[in-house]
T-cell receptor, first 111, second 114 residues
Framework: GENVEQHPSTLSVQEGDSAVIKCTYSDSASNYFPWYKQELGKRPQLIIDIRSNVGEKKDQRIAVTLNKTAKHFSLHITETQPEDSAVYFCAATSRAGKSTFGDGTTLTVKP | GAGVSQTPSNKVTEKGKYVELRCDPI?????LYWYRQSLGQGPEFLIY????????DSGLPNDRFFAVRPEGSVSTLKIQRTERGDSAVYLC????????????FGPGTRLTVL
């Protein structure tokens, strides 16, 4: 089955700096890669996603890149703000719809 | 409109008891997913429904776990003979179809098995 590894597990940055979170996946059949933000005690919420026929996608301060050959994808957050502090999860989704999540990255943005 | 809802929000039970967890997806969403999330980990896939049928139940840990979605809307996750290791937050999500679509998560049910 699919295996998703996410790094780093914790990340601390100064406000205004950039943050990068990386994920690798094992199943070449995975074709949809969402990123979720989860605040303490709350539900995961989608922040950005990318499909396997696209290499990069950007939405304001957030961008995601996908390298299908290497089976890795990354989340980039620029100009970080304290409200970006949360746990971020990547996921790899197969054509059949099953999603495998990484173990999460706890991002702390220091004012 | 209303998002995904789950009941109860918290459930405390004793080892060996039977529990049912309910998920109300967003109206019109054909795909419904159940996940289990333990502290410090990502959601772990349990089962996925497309309409009334279980399209993939490969994540159910053993035969104590069972889920139904008889009318293609509300789903119930059933756990028999609960064990302390079943304690976790059980998340439900729905999407308009299967792949390539955002999954909208419910608030979860926190299950504690004493």
């Amino acid at each position: 089955g699919e295996n998703v590894e996410q790094h780093p597990s914790t990340l601390s940055v100064q406000e205004g700096d950039s943050a990068v979170i990386k994920c690798t996946y094992s199943d070449s059949a995975s074709n949809y890669f969402p990123w979720y933000k989860q605040e303490l005690g709350k539900r995961p919420q989608l922040i950005i996603d990318i499909r396997s026929n696209v290499g990069e996608k950007k939405d304001q301060r957030i961008a995601v890149t996908l390298n299908k050959t290497a089976k890795h994808f990354s989340l980039h957050i620029t100009e970080t703000q304290p409200e970006d502090s949360a746990v971020y999860f990547c996921a790899a989704t197969s054509r059949a719809g099953k999603s495998t999540f990484g173990d999460g990255t706890t991002l702390t943005v220091k004012p | 409109g209303a998002g995904v809802s789950q009941t109860p929000s918290n459930k405390v039970t004793e080892k060996g008891k039977y529990v049912e967890l309910r998920c109300d997806p967003i109206s019109g969403h054909t795909a419904l997913y159940w996940y289990r999330q333990s502290l410090g980990q990502g959601p772990e896939f349990l089962i996925y429904f497309q309409g009334t049928g279980a399209a993939d139940d490969s994540g159910l840990p053993n035969d104590r776990f069972f889920a139904v979605r008889p009318e293609g809307s509300v789903s119930t996750l059933k756990i028999q003979r609960t064990e302390r290791g079943d304690s976790a937050v059980y998340l439900c999500a729905s999407s308009p179809s299967n792949s390539y679509n955002e999954q909208f998560f419910g608030p979860g049910t926190r299950l504690t098995v004493l």
